[in-house]
């Protein structure tokens, strides 16, 4: 599955063209390497995501098929770290 559809699916992002820029942006990281948004994802990587206000962490549990609700997205990923942050004025 490609990571871009992985974040919209899973609720990650809102929209996939917002994840298509994050990953344009270089603010998503997979396994530990900035990644592209048709990058192919699996089962046991890790995703980070550092947006403006929050930094998140988390292990893929499984892909789903389809998109899902929200409190079901929550069954497809394991959160590691979830910081806030302040937001800063650019």
Known sequence: MRLDLYLKRCCLTKQRS???RACDNGIVEVDGQT???GRPVKVGQRLSISFLDQYLEVEITGLPMRNVSKTDARTYYEIL??????ATDF
């Not at 770290?81 to 302040?86: I, K």
């Open 81 to 86: 770290r979830d910081d806030e942050r302040e």
């Open 18 to 20: 917002e994840a298509k």
């Open 35 to 37: 990644a592209k948004a």
